[in-house]
């Protein structure tokens, strides 16, 4: 199905571990984003990418590094993860024009111990 | 820079019933899109309806609608006939027009049916 895939959907990290996050979209969307979710918070938004090869940061932006790798793939590195990191992370595309909406993938829950 | 309000953090209706989830925002701009996404305990963000600023009618899919109030920047969700599916998180959320069009969320209004 056409839509957009986080890998993996669960990891629990040590504090100080790194990890990259995997965002893969098949739409042809030119814009994707990583939003973290808390409780209480809502989503808010770490990084986001409006067309390959450019990146900008969003409202959350520390501890965070992205690549967007190519039209299709945006990932989020974590390179010293820190218990403030633990949180649900989402990843969404969008099309062309604001009413094309956003595609949300299903979620990474990030625990760091 | 944008905002969105929900004041509601927690709300509950009985199966069949009818409920609004509030929501204000603020923007200068005059471009944007509402929003309403549905976030069920499978965690997966479900788009349930969408307004365009520039329209006056009020939104509806099935037994969802808003009121869209642009002067007051009000954009409540009334769900009507309330099923347990409807059990869910939901979250309003802005975007507007030109630039990198980020989203914008509320923090969330948790409804619960109740059979």
């Known amino acids: 199905n056409a839509g957009v895939t986080q890998t993996p959907k669960f990891q629990v990290l040590k504090t100080g571990q790194s990890m990259t996050l995997q965002c893969a979209q098949d739409m042809n969307h030119n814009s994707m984003y990583w939003y973290r979710q808390d409780p209480g918070m809502g989503l808010r938004l770490i990084y986001y990418s409006a067309s390959e090869g450019t990146t900008d940061k969003g409202e959350v932006p520390n501890g965070y590094n992205v690549s967007r790798l190519n039209k299709r793939e945006f990932s989020l590195r974590l390179e010293s993860a820190a218990p403030s990191q633990t949180s649900v992370y989402f990843c969404?595309?969008?099309?062309?024009?604001?009413?094309?909406?956003?595609?949300f993938g299903s979620g990474t829950r990030l625990t760091v111990v | 820079a944008q905002t969105v309000t929900q004041s509601q953090p927690e709300m509950s209706v009985q199966e069949a019933e009818t409920v609004t989830l509030s929501c204000t925002y603020d923007t200068s701009e005059n471009n944007y899109y509402l929003f309403w996404y549905k976030q069920p305990p499978s965690r997966q963000m479900i788009l349930v309806i969408r307004?365009?600023?520039?329209?006056?009618q009020n939104a509806t899919e099935n037994r969802f609608s808003v009121n869209f109030q642009k002067a007051a920047k009000s954009f409540s969700l009334k769900i009507s006939d309330s099923q347990l599916g409807d059990t869910a998180m939901y979250f309003c959320?802005?975007?507007?027009?030109?630039?990198?069009?980020?989203?914008?969320f509320g923090k969330g209004t948790k409804l619960t049916v109740n059979p």
């Open positions: 959320s802005l975007v507007t027009q030109g630039g990198s069009e980020k989203l914008v």
């Open positions: 969404a595309s969008r099309g062309q024009g604001a009413n094309y909406g956003y595609t």
């Open positions: 307004q365009e600023a520039y329209k006056q």
